[in-house]
Each structure stands twice: as C-alpha cells, then as structure tokens.
C-alpha cells in the first residue's frame, strides 16, 4: 500500500505521523509550508478542499480529520493494538475522548493561534486570545483527572488517545502555560515520550517536546 | 439494554437521537433545561464534565460527543446499514465527514450562537457573529460539492453522515442563511425529511425542520 501523510511540523498531523510509526507502516512523509501557504494552493486543495492538514493520500483517495486518519491507522494494522477493535464500547470511548481532542481542545488553540479563522480585527483577536487561557484550563482539568485514574488515558492500554493527547500537551507548554496544574497530564507525557515511534516521529519533523 | 439520551430540542443531540430511531434501539429521552443551565449542574457535570449535549446514558456507563454516539450505535446495531463496518476505509470517510462537522461546521455556528465560550465582551461576539456567515458558506459549499455526486454524503448508502448533516441544515436555515446556494444540499435535506426515523425524532422533540 502507498501512503503519503501531508503535515507540517508539530501540527496535529503529528499524532497521525506517530500512530504510523506505532503501526510499522510503510509511509512517506510531504511536508506542507502551511507558512508560505501552501495549503492554499490549488494543487492541495484539489486533495483537501479545506486546506488543512493533516491528509492521508492512498490508493483508495485521501483521508483527512486527524480522529479518523487515527482510526484508520488503528482498524488497518490491528497487531499495533492501537484500538480496543473488538470491544465497541470501548472503541466508542477512545473516539469520543479524540474528537474532544479535535472539537474542543484543538479548537481552544486555534483561537490563540489562528483568531482570524473566528472573526476579523485585532480587537476580537486579542479577546479570543485573552480568554484561551481559562478555556485550555477547564478542558485539561478535566483531562487531568480523567488520566489521573489510569497509567492511559483509557487505563491499561496505549491507545491513539495517548499519543494525540501528547500533540496537544505540547502546544500547551509551548504557549506558556503552567503544566504544574496537571500532575497526571505532565506524568502521561513523560511516558508518552519514551516511546520509540514518538521520538522518531518528533525526530523527523526536526522538533521537540519543549 | 437500558438507553438513557441526554438531548436538548434541535441541539447536535438529534443526530444521536435520529440514529437510535434507525438503530431500532429501545431508549428513553432525557430533556436538559440548557437555557436554565442545567447542563451545568453538579449532577449533570458528573456525567459529563464538560457540560454539553448529546450524552448516551448505558449500563457500561456514559458516552459523549456526537461522532463517537453515531459511531457506537451504528456498530451495536449492525442490521441498520448506518455505516459501512465491513470496510475499513468507507468506514474512516464516515467518521472523517462527522468529524468535519463536529469540528469545523458545528464550531462556526457556535461561534454564532454562543461567541462568549471563545471570547468575552460585546465587540468580539459583534465580530464573530459577522464572520461566521462567510465561513458557513465555505464549510456547506464543501459539502454541497460532495454531495453532488451522489444519493447520499457517502453515495450509494444512507449513513450516520446523511442524518447529522441533516442537522446542521436545518441550524443553517433557521440563521437565515440562503440554501438556495447550495442545491445538492436542499435536495438532501428534502430526501432524508422522508425518513419516518427522522420524522419521528423532529416529532418526539417538538421541532420542526423550517
């Protein structure tokens, strides 16, 4: 199977890019210079009409949305015990807890990062900025204390979740924010980054945790 | 099974709602009072921390956010045909698309309905509110393309895409948003208001599509 994952450095394409690395998937990386705009283009935007990364390209077409890029990894190479496969409420649990990730966690750094996706001037920029903090607080409490209770973020078992949790821990230490709030949060990521498809991952895209 | 769905009338919450219809499911409805803040609530937040609509009450315990609720109840009801299990790939485009409107067309309305979960003050809600109509237009033409080459989201096969999307139409025409721009989108609206599924959760909600 060809497979070609469209990210950028650090972006929440990286938890795709380590879950194939967890699977042992033969894949090629395409960096996209979200920068320069290249995701603008028409070129990228024939594969993925709303610009962003990340986007899996195979032989059946593209995947985008990184929860189900994840979810794909997971069902295609099952011996990676990347899911609990043949428990669907179990299933149901890891995908709920990524699109939490995806809709709120991810959307909470968007409007630090990327303000002018939600409105236009610097005057709501700077508002949407200002109240990032509290909103990033109260979702990773609620992370904390859900890890808080289990060596993962389902319990026993490495899952998707953990290492898309670690993406999103690190844009949190990244923007400043204090992660002596989260004890458990600070001790998942410890553990997350022993992994050996984490460190090759981070290694590849040429970043760091912190 | 003993099914308890925390809704509110017209929320996100009728995707999960209309999918136990099509499931076939034995459940109760459980009305949340969002405009008295009971999803705030010590009782509520229990259950969901977060404070939000759909939650699925099980006997294994609780399940939130839309895609994982519509994920879970089309793999318990297998003989409902709402996703394509037996194939991996089908199966991420489904949850792909979920997630698009999970977290990129929900959250443009949110910013339009509820602006202060992204920014205080009455400029930045001002500001917001006037970009979200552009960004609707981008996220729905999206849609309208992709559904012009078929029957349903996917093509051939009625999914849980086809009944969540449906949701966010309907929100898009309530704001007053002009559908006549998106045809495919109004035809697809029109096909799965025939469904007595659908009839019947709009019915047990006491909404109407317009």
New interface residues.
């Given amino acids: 199977m060809s497979l070609k994952l469209f990210y950028a450095p650090g972006a929440c394409s990286l938890a795709a890019h380590i879950a194939l690395r967890e699977a042992g998937a033969d894949f090629e990386l395409a960096r996209v210079d979200l920068a320069g705009g290249e995701q603008h283009s028409e070129a990228y935007r024939s594969l993925n ?2 610009g962003r990364v990340p986007l899996l390209a ?1 032989e ?1 077409g593209s ?7 994840l ?2 990894i997971a ?2 190479w099952p011996e990676a015990g990347l899911a609990p496969l043949d428990d ?2 179990a ?3 890891v ?2 807890f990524n ?2 990730l ?3 966690v ?2 909470a750094f968007a ?1 630090l990062f990327r303000p002018q ?5 610097d ?2 920029a700077a ?2 900025k ?2 990032a903090p509290e ?1 990033l607080d109260q ?1 990773f409490t ?1 992370i904390d ?1 859900k890890i808080g209770r289990g060596s993962w973020v389902h319990g026993a078992d490495y899952t998707t979740s953990d290492l898309y949790l670690l993406v999103m821990t690190r844009w949190l230490k990244r923007v400043g924010h204090d992660l002596n709030r989260y004890p458990a949060l600070i001790s998942h990521a410890e553990r997350t980054l022993t992994r050996p498809a984490v460190q090759a991952a981070f290694e590849a895209e040429g970043i760091r945790f912190a």
């Fill in positions: 009409p709303l195979t059946r995947l985008t949305e990184a929860p189900a890029i979810a794909w069902q295609t669907p409420w299933l149901a649990q995908l709920s699109n939490y995806s809709s709120s991810h959307i409007t996706r939600f409105a236009d001037g005057e709501a508002a949407m200002a109240k909103t979702l609620i204390r």
